[in-house]
């Protein structure tokens, strides 16, 4: 049973491009996360997403961020006109329900924008 | 709203001795927590969970933690410490009930042979 699949693992964008990150959930999740992650600093939270659906994307920037889970194929965060204060490594997680459920992580794809 | 304290950014700890990796958190209703480790360039994986029941929870590669619930605390702790355990920790919890975890900033463990 494959794990959490993210691609690319590192991206590299310049200011001004679009930078679109990939998550493959563990088979048979249903449920997909998506977090950053900079340096120093923990997890912050940025959507939740289900077959389809958005539920929750309290964490995500208003604007250039959005995330997608179509019914067939991979979860897609895409982030449009990128800045340096982008550059992070942003994960991806599943799990098979939502609540008291454990979340499988990827191995994270890290974003450098120059 | 919910939080998560990792009072210390680093603990360093002999091989073979004990070790404790703190956390606090704050939340209203009962809590879910969760321990996960991160290797380098890695994701992180889950170690263990407390939702309800016994307070000692066992979790992989000998790692326990223990939900406190007067102090509002789940450290994690392991009997004997392992070179290859060195990696970051972070302790995450979730309202019960909710879908998102917050999780805390991680403290580094560092264990030396």
């Known amino acids: 049973n494959a794990g959490v699949m993210q691609n690319p693992r590192h991206l590299v964008r310049r200011r001004g491009q679009e930078a679109r990150l990939r998550c493959s959930p563990m088979?048979?999740?249903?449920?997909v996360y998506w977090y950053r992650q900079l340096p120093e600093e923990g997890l912050k939270f940025m959507v939740y997403l289900q077959k389809e659906n958005i539920i929750d994307e309290s964490g995500m920037p208003k604007e250039r961020f959005s995330a997608e889970f179509p019914k067939e194929g991979p979860s897609i965060l895409r982030i449009q006109q990128v800045v340096r204060g982008d550059s992070a490594a942003y994960f991806c997680?599943?799990?098979?329900?939502?609540?008291?459920?454990?979340?499988?992580f990827g191995p994270g794809t890290r974003l450098t924008v120059t | 709203a919910q939080s998560v304290a990792q009072p210390e950014d680093q603990v360093n700890v002999a091989e073979g001795n004990p070790l404790t990796v703190k956390c606090t958190y704050s939340v209203s209703g009962n809590p879910y927590l969760f321990w996960y480790v991160q290797y380098p360039n890695r994701g992180l994986q889950f170690l263990l969970k407390y939702i309800t029941g016994d307070n000692l929870v066992k979790g992989s590669y000998g790692f326990e933690a223990e939900f406190n619930k007067s102090q509002t605390s789940f450290h994690l702790k392991k009997p004997s410490a392992l070179v290859s355990d060195s990696a970051l920790y972070f302790c995450a919890v979730a309202r019960g009930g909710s879908y998102i975890p917050t999780f805390g900033r991680g403290t580094s463990l560092i264990v030396h042979p």
């Open positions: 088979k048979g999740h249903s449920h």
């Open positions: 997680a599943s799990s098979p329900a939502g609540q008291g459920h454990e979340q499988y």
